[in-house]
């Protein structure tokens, strides 16, 4: 099953400088790395990055992050994966651009088929 975390450009290019990241500022504040589902994705980014360009949608497997995992309640009593590690570039199985047309992130056609 893929999950899925939005950078911003920065947060992306910061990774693929380093290798290696604790995350977004939230991620640091909250002591892990806040990740979506598929069908979790399109909330989060209307939630958290609303009006947001120069995003990337990057995609994880949630299998090969092992016991560092962890799916919490969050919101709307929904579970969420939570990555209790650094994030290394390794994990990222693939990433792309999230453009906005219209003020409306564009996801991959596709995406819920992701979670499969």
């Known amino acids: 099953m893929l999950i899925f975390k939005i950078f911003r450009t920065e947060e992306w290019t910061a990774l693929r400088k380093d290798g290696v990241t604790d995350g977004a500022p939230?991620?640091?504040a909250d002591g892990y790395v806040h990740f979506s589902t598929a069908a979790?994705?399109?909330?989060?980014?209307?939630?958290?990055?609303?009006?947001?360009?120069?995003?990337?949608?990057?995609?994880?497997?949630a299998?090969?992050?092992?016991?560092?995992?962890?799916?919490?309640?969050?919101?709307?009593?929904?579970?969420?994966?939570?990555?209790y590690r650094k994030l290394h570039l390794k994990d990222v199985v693939w990433a792309q651009p999230l453009p906005l047309a219209n003020g409306?992130?564009?996801?991959?056609?596709?995406l819920a088929e992701a979670e499969a």
């Open 40 to 61: 979790q994705a399109e909330e989060t980014a209307a939630k958290h990055f609303s009006g947001q360009d120069g995003l990337y949608l990057l995609a994880v497997d």
């Open 63 to 83: 299998g090969a992050l092992g016991d560092e995992l962890k799916w919490e309640v969050s919101r709307g009593d929904a579970l969420f994966p939570h990555l």
């Open 26 to 28: 939230i991620d640091v």
């Open 104 to 110: 409306v992130h564009q996801f991959p056609a596709g």
